[in-house]
């Protein structure tokens, strides 16, 4: 099992990321995958979800400004993220949006967002 979520770091309000999450193929094959975050002593959230057969899903409080994509051919999701705000702040993850808290998560990737 693998999820493998990357491109996190430290931006200023306004910038952008990238984020990539590669997983395993049992994990991402013909399912519905997400992109969740969860920010220091909240419970983790869904903001962005993708079809197997592309058609995405968002978060009323990311619409507009983050797109999420798959590449079915390298089991990857990805997340950019434009116009980031301090309150994106979070250790962003990724897997099927059917996932539960008891599944693997992998380990995340943080993303800071200064004002």
């Known amino acids: 099992v693998q999820l493998q979520a990357s491109g996190g770091g430290l931006v200023q309000a306004g910038g952008s990321l990238r984020l990539s999450c590669a997983a395993s193929?049992?994990?991402?094959?013909?399912?519905?995958m997400g992109w969740f975050r969860q920010a220091p002593g909240k419970q983790r959230e869904l903001v962005a979800a993708?079809?197997?057969?592309?058609?995405?899903n968002y978060a009323n409080s990311v619409k507009g400004r983050f797109t999420i994509s798959r590449d079915n051919a390298k089991n990857t999701v990805y997340l950019q993220m434009n116009n980031l705000k301090p309150e994106d702040t979070a250790v962003y993850f990724c897997?099927?949006?059917?996932?539960?808290?008891?599944?693997?998560w992998g380990q995340g990737t943080l993303v800071t967002v200064s004002s």
């Open positions: 897997n099927r949006v059917s996932s539960n808290v008891d599944d693997y």
């Open positions: 193929g049992s994990i991402f094959t013909r399912n519905v």
């Open positions: 993708i079809s197997s057969g592309g058609r995405p």
